[in-house]
């Protein structure tokens, strides 16, 4: 069964605390993806990845930066959380040939 | 610019009526197709799919019709149930070369309500 993991529920953080978000699948994907979603905006695409080290910016990257040191982990970080960050986090993996994404259950994040 | 247009934020039907959401798109080398229900507090989890090479897909009660002259599909579900009350949300792919193969662009969703 398809298992894409994140490291927490909810979060509660600090304008200017550095902040990270860890994705894990189980599936030997080589595509993993981090999305926001806002109301009334739908999915956003962060940053993504095909493999491991490599990295591409999505439509929204400032503010994040991420990490794929091992194939079944992606991070995102969030240097120096500010308010306008506060957003349902998504991850997401896939294989390189695929189009279809499995979703992990998703973080939501506060930062006060 | 929106690639993806999903124009009703929400639709209310009866139980054991049909369900029609909407999904219109305007880049033309979009040619896969997904659709991928949402429930509150969970990620997205995948509903049912079309390449551009087919008209229709049908996976039980869910069926996707793809229009390419029209750039638009849509999703039948029928009968509606209480239980597919839930955000909906249409995703297109490019399959164009190099590393952004296989990234979606999904539009802004459409709550469906399923009223008993």
């Known amino acids: 069964d398809v298992k894409v993991t994140q490291s927490s529920r909810y979060l509660v953080k600090r304008t200017g605390e550095k902040v990270f978000l860890e994705c894990v699948q189980d599936?030997?994907?080589?595509?993993m993806f981090w999305y926001r979603q806002d109301p009334g905006l739908g999915l956003r695409l962060i940053y993504f990845s095909y493999d491991v080290k490599m990295k591409e910016k999505g439509d929204i990257p400032e503010g994040y930066s991420v990490s794929r040191e091992k194939k079944e982990r992606f991070s995102l970080i969030l240097e120096s959380a500010s308010t306008n960050q506060t957003s349902m986090y998504l991850c997401?993996?896939?294989?390189?040939?695929?189009?279809?994404?499995?979703f992990g259950p998703g973080t939501r994040l506060l930062v006060l | 610019d929106q690639q993806v247009k999903q124009n009703s934020p929400s639709l209310s039907v009866q139980e054991g009526r049909i369900s029609i959401l909407n999904c219109d798109y305007t880049?033309?080398?979009?040619?896969?197709f997904l659709w991928y229900k949402k429930y509150p507090a969970e990620g997205p989890t995948f509903l049912i799919s079309?390449?551009?090479?087919?008209d229709k897909n049908e996976d039980g009660r869910f069926t996707v019709f793809l229009n390419k002259s029209a750039k638009h599909l849509s999703l039948h579900i029928v009968p509606s149930q209480p239980g597919d009350s839930a955000v909906y949300f249409c995703?297109?792919?490019?399959?164009?070369?190099?590393?952004?193969?296989?990234?979606?662009?999904f539009g802004k969703g459409t709550l469906l309500t399923v009223n008993p």
């Open positions: 079309i390449s551009s090479i087919k």
């Open positions: 880049n033309s080398m979009f040619d896969y």
């Open positions: 599936m030997d994907h080589e595509n």
């Open positions: 995703a297109a792919s490019d399959e164009g070369g190099g590393g952004s193969n296989y990234k979606l662009t």
């Open positions: 997401a993996s896939s294989f390189e040939n695929q189009e279809t994404q499995y």
